[in-house]
């Protein structure tokens, strides 16, 4: 599977209280905003508090991998192959995102992502 780029999504209760714990406290620059939602940059890597997901959080914040791939059938297929049980589906998310859902031994979850190229994230070159 060839990947292209990941973050870290943290999930929390509280994406407001989190948001500003990295932003002001930390001090890391926000690299896209989106409705409820701050991804940071984070050296070479990215993290990401969604709003979206406070709803399945636990009391302890948990993580989630992000991995981005040129082309979600072929990483389906060799994941698939791989053994790797996948726990949702890819589908097209209300984001216009193809995610499917898979979970690595410990149980965390890791959204694999395929952006169209007609999706704002690859066309807007800000």
Do not use: C
Not at 74 to 97: H, N, S, Y
Not at 102 to 118: C, K, M, Q
């Amino acid at each position: 599977m060839e990947v292209l780029a990941s973050r870290v999504l943290l999930r929390t209760r509280d994406p407001q209280r989190l948001q500003a714990f990295y932003r002001d406290r930390l001090g890391l620059a926000v690299a896209r905003e989106y409705p409820g939602g701050m991804v940071f940059h984070a050296g070479n890597g990215l993290i990401e508090v969604p709003g979206h997901m406070s709803e399945d959080a636990t009391s302890s914040a948990g993580a989630v991998l992000w991995l981005q791939v040129r082309d979600m059938g072929a990483a389906e297929k060799e994941l698939r192959e791989a053994g790797v049980d996948i726990v949702r589906e890819a589908r097209t998310e209300p984001w216009g995102l193809i995610e499917m859902h898979v979970a690595d031994p410990d149980d965390r979850t890791i959204i694999v992502v395929e952006i169209p190229a007609d999706h704002p994230l690859r066309t807007d070159t800000r």
